[in-house]
């Protein structure tokens, strides 16, 4: 299977001289010792076990506080390097590390040490029991396929090992819309499956999660009724979580989603969601199990005439009055954004505001808003303007920060995403795509590193190419991002797209319909009016200072003006343009960008492996003509409503 999987960043070997050997230390229970016997050699050119501590690579667990559980560090020896940890798992984490520093870092000194930023670092996934993935681009599921266990333990083998090398600790591996079929994932036939599933990943230092159907009691109970606060319920779960752990005794725990776009919860029986997850929690809880509980809660039967209504409102109006109700095992997973990862909004005001209750934020890798891994979209600018946001509680208080300093139970916070891998060669659909799960568990191991270092990094591990090449590439990644939000959606007006495949443009294709997520275009101007006076009042949700700014048209930000104000298409805004030339401008440039993208990846055709080159010209090529499609509805659409012409004479469809 190695030979037609796609290696990702982890094709090369690092080739010195000086290693030779290896040798790790108070080991011979552990299970990660088999994991490094498989790893070292296909890291490490030529490498072999050693039993003498005089090794080339010496690997020793020690006590130190200051590398916490999963960190570890890197120090020269005079027979080569020891890493040290004071875990297993970071010992193998600290083996991806030396890998990566010894084919990257040109001008890192040693000791080097590293500790992760963030406790709990998970990839959730939207895989269903038929092997379709939920918002999957890059081909059916690694685990699942035609309502059976796909079974091919050597590819789950591989995915962990990429999931180790950057840092990441935990997996969920079914939707968190729960179908029937995958209801019954808790009964022992699933579980005896799953159980092989967990091992795997259990030696690569990864905990496995599973999502649950909060109607399980009476979907595969039988039960008249899953109300949490039923003695009955409470009961059949303890018994199936029992179940659970004597088959798979390093199970981590559920995943949540309840009370949203269909998906029964608390609510249907007149509970709030505190009651509905601790009730888990506390089933859960001898075992050393998690409950992780998603925010994304809301009404998706919005009626767009009134106007009184707001999607955005309701995660903080849900869950901020139930801060402190939750177990310490209870996790609250929220996401990025209020509304549902758009190519740009404005970060949730429930980070900062939430203090007593272990959170999570969450991100989405795979690119069901940017562009379904056709388009060239790396994400990691977004991540890093979300983890840097100050909140500006108490003075200052970044998310990044937040999410742990919030949590009481620190160790039960941290960060998740959905990801974006499938049975496609080189897993992502798009070989550039890659970059994006790279770098989600670069980032969130060490919150400090820079978008441009991250793409660095990964152009390094996965082409074999002279620093002129390189930089060509991280160009390309680099700006894709901007590039992106300047042919699709401006100002942060989001969801112009195709309703439910949410590829392509459609500006009214959600204007008339129940999901609350409305631009309001008129002849006059566009936007939404969450503002106190006149609009939905949702700027309160944020802290004093954040809210002045965001209600105050003269105040907002410019990139997320149409998120909060209603605005004429003359307004101008702080960059000297006024809103509908600006529409017009990125519009036109996002195209040309992509144009440049194109002839750049063509530039480098004679130094990029063939399958690779093929792979990303294709959806150059693709990308340009999703680009001119935006570009040419979205200015025709805006010059129809306003009647203003492109000052620059560009053709606009009448």
């Not at 333990?153 to 840092?167: K, P, T, W």
């Not at 059949?236 to 798979?248: D, F, L, N, P």
């Not at 340009?624 to 009647?643: L, P």
Request: overall charge negative.
């Amino acid at each position: 299977m190695f030979e037609t999987r796609d290696l990702c960043w982890l094709t090369k070997e690092v080739q010195s001289p000086g290693i030779s050997t290896w040798y790790i230390d108070h080991s011979k229970d552990s299970p990660f010792l088999t994991t490094m016997e498989r790893e070292m050699p296909l890291l490490f050119e030529g490498i072999s076990y050693s039993n003498k501590p005089e090794a080339s690579i010496v690997f020793s667990i020690i006590e130190e506080t200051a590398l916490n559980q999963d960190g570890y560090r890197i120090e020269q020896a005079t027979q080569g390097y020891e890493v040290v940890s004071n875990s297993h798992e970071g010992l193998l984490f600290g083996m991806f590390g030396l890998y990566r520093l010894l084919l990257t870092g040109d001008d890192v000194t040693f000791p080097y040490q590293s500790v992760p930023d963030q406790n709990i670092r998970m990839v959730n996934h939207w895989d269903n029991f038929d092997g379709s993935i939920e918002r999957g681009y890059a081909g059916s599921s690694i685990f699942y396929d035609q309502n059976t266990f796909r079974g091919d333990m050597e590819l789950i083998g591989q995915y962990a090992r990429l999931l180790a090398s950057v840092g990441l600790n935990a997996i969920s591996i079914n939707n968190v819309n729960v179908h029937k079929l995958e209801s019954f994932f808790i009964k022992e036939e699933s579980l005896k499956e799953i159980k092989k599933i967990v091992e795997i990943f259990s030696s690569y230092g990864i905990k496995t999660f599973l999502s649950i159907n909060f109607a399980a009691p009476m979907i595969v109970g039988n039960l008249t009724t899953a109300d949490p606060l039923s003695l009955e319920v409470e009961t059949w779960w303890k018994e199936v979580i029992g179940e659970i752990y004597r088959i798979i005794p390093n199970f981590g725990g559920f995943l949540v989603k309840a009370d949203s776009e269909g998906e029964p919860g608390p609510f249907t029986y007149g509970r709030n969601h505190d009651e509905g997850a601790n009730m888990l929690a506390k089933a859960i809880k001898p075992f050393g199990g998690l409950v992780i509980w998603r925010c994304f809660v809301y009404d998706c039967t919005q009626d767009w005439r009134d106007r009184n209504l707001d999607r955005a409102r309701a995660a903080y109006d849900i869950f901020k009055d139930l801060d402190g109700r939750f177990e310490d095992n209870a996790i609250l997973q929220i996401k990025n954004g209020p509304i549902d990862f758009q190519i740009r909004e404005p970060v949730s005001p429930l980070f900062g505001s939430m203090k007593k209750t272990n959170h999570i934020l969450e991100f989405q890798i795979t690119q069901e808003y940017t562009g379904h891994q056709k388009d060239v979209c790396y994400l990691i600018p977004m991540w890093k303007e979300v983890l840097d946001f100050d909140t500006k509680y108490d003075g200052k208080s970044l998310v990044k920060s937040a999410v742990r300093k919030n949590s009481p139970n620190q160790s039960n916070s941290g960060i998740a995403a959905v990801v974006n891998v499938g049975m496609d060669r080189n897993w992502t659909g798009n070989k550039l795509a890659q970059a994006n799960l790279y770098g989600y568990g670069r980032l969130i191991w060490n919150n400090e590193l820079s978008s441009q270092e991250i793409a660095e990094e990964w152009t390094k591990l996965t082409f074999d190419l002279e620093k002129p090449h390189l930089d060509k590439i991280c160009s390309i990644l680099t700006t894709s991002r901007d590039t992106y939000e300047d042919y699709t959606c401006p100002l942060s007006v989001g969801f112009m797209c195709r309703p439910s495949l949410h590829y392509g443009p459609d500006v009214d294709g959600y204007e008339y319909d129940k999901w609350g997520t409305y631009h309001y275009a008129d002849r006059d101007g566009v936007g939404r009016d969450r503002t106190i006076a006149t609009g939905t009042g949702y700027t309160k949700q944020y802290s004093k200072e954040r809210c002045e700014e965001y209600d105050c048209i003269s105040t907002c930000p410019d990139e997320l003006l149409l998120f909060f104000h209603h605005v004429l298409y003359t307004h101008v805004l702080h960059s000297g343009k006024t809103v509908i030339q600006h529409i017009y401008d990125t519009h036109f440039q996002g195209v040309e960008r992509v144009l440049e993208y194109q002839v750049i990846w063509d530039g480098l055709k004679e130094f990029i492996e063939e399958e690779a080159y093929e792979n990303v010209k294709e959806r150059l090529i693709q990308q340009e003509k999703h680009a001119v499609n935006w570009r040419d509805q979205v200015n025709t659409y805006f010059y129809r409503k306003s009647g203003i012409p492109d000052e620059k004479g560009r053709r606009i469809f009448d």
